[in-house]
């Protein structure tokens, strides 16, 4: 049977069936007008998985760009259609699957197996720690990021500490000889090297890989299991009357789960992402993204349930009719994600937009309202792209 993985809003899926690996995608024609929506996004999806010629088994969403809650759930309802089993995992996920796939080849796990994954681009390095729960299960204990130059000091502090079964580098193409000077000095056991050059095949990669279960050449003990984004507001302190971030629900929470209001003045709040880094064009940047586009009433307590993400990563705000019950959290495997703030853009508010009248790419607050030139997207003379990747809609 087939399996899938597939980028949310993009125009093609990679696949694995009994021919093997297979990489479908819609023809390149002109670029629609205006954007994203989720009326749209049904159609491209609904194109999309028709490319797949029978009902696939398992179909991975990796919500690569943080899309809002709409598009998530248009995405989901459209491909109920075309698959029988569908997660929706955030982008995390897909890298760690995507690092542990050689290490998945190679190692029968121990019972109190950890491993080490560092992912390193010319943006930031991250230091995550794998450790196996009382049922074998893998999850995320600690992840800490730093700025890239830090990447052979904190290795150093971090194999010391956590003394790892194995180490797993994920790198950027243009840093491998810095990794291959770590390797050399420190000698890691077991270790395991997978270059990259392009953000979103990883991600896609990983998509796929995290559909597989035995029966497609994986083994699922290195799976991973899924987890939450973080999700955040500002609201206004009742003393002060000043605008305070709000963790609304922690990062890599487990699934499925409530997302909870706050003790403080009722108000109608927006829901974003942690700040996170994305793809744009060929970049990484680092921005805070919207997770609603419409304001979410919250009545002042804490013990609100304002929305939820469900069994399959699927988020809702404000509540669906039929409401998920919450796990129970076993302890130290919820912790909110350690980020570097420094380096953040200052319009974290912001989107990236395109205007077709003038064949530009424009930064969009909609807090604001205010419009200013990030880029031109494609010659008008022409009706030609000229950016090979796009994943901001």
């Given at each position: ?258 997302i909870y209001g706050f003790d403080g003045i009722p108000q109608s709040i ?124």
């Open positions: 049977m087939t399996v899938a993985g597939y980028l949310l809003c993009s125009t093609n899926l990679r696949i694995k069936d009994a021919r093997g690996f297979n990489l479908l995608g819609l023809p390149i024609g002109p670029p629609s007008k205006g954007w994203l929506t989720p009326s749209k996004l049904k159609d491209r999806a609904e194109r999309v998985f028709q490319l797949v010629p029978e009902k696939m088994k398992n179909l991975v969403i990796v919500n690569s760009a943080l899309s809002d809650f709409d598009m998530i759930q248009t995405c989901v309802k459209v491909a109920e259609k075309y698959a029988e089993n569908i997660i929706v995992i955030p982008p995390l996920l897909a890298l760690l699957t995507y690092a542990l796939n050689d290490l998945a080849e190679f190692r029968n796990p121990p019972n109190d197996e950890v491993i080490l994954v560092v992912i390193l681009t010319r943006k930031f390095v991250d230091f995550v720690v794998l450790r196996r729960d009382k049922n074998f299960q893998l999850y995320v204990a600690v992840l800490e990021q730093f700025n890239q130059r830090q990447c052979e000091e904190m290795f150093l502090q971090f194999y010391e500490d956590y003394r790892p079964h194995a180490t797993v580098f994920l790198v950027q193409d243009i840093l491998c000889a810095e990794v291959d000077e770590i390797r050399h000095r420190f000698n890691p056991d077991n270790c395991f090297m997978r270059n990259f050059k392009k953000w979103d095949y990883v991600l896609l990669f990983g998509g796929l890989l995290r559909a597989m279960d035995e029966e497609d050449g994986f083994d699922t003990r290195y799976h991973i299991e899924n987890f939450s984004n973080g999700y955040e507001t500002t609201v206004q302190n009742r003393r002060t009357r000043i605008q305070e971030r709000h963790v609304l629900l922690p990062e890599r929470t487990p699934l499925p789960c409530n927006k829901m974003y992402y942690f700040t996170d880094y994305y793809q744009v064009y060929d970049e990484l940047v680092l921005r805070k993204r919207e997770a609603t586009k419409y304001m979410v009433y919250a009545s002042g307590s804490s013990r609100e349930i304002i929305g939820c993400v469900d069994e399959r990563g699927v988020p809702y705000a404000p509540l669906p009719k039929d409401t998920v019950e919450p796990r129970i959290e076993e302890p130290n495997k919820v912790k909110e994600y350690e980020r570097q703030e420094d380096n953040v853009d200052d319009n974290v508010y912001s989107e990236l937009v395109i205007d077709f009248s003038t064949g530009s790419i424009l930064n969009y607050n909609p807090l604001t309202g205010k419009k200013l030139l990030e880029q031109n997207a494609f010659d008008q003379t022409q009706n030609q792209i000229h950016i090979k990747h796009y994943t901001m809609f």
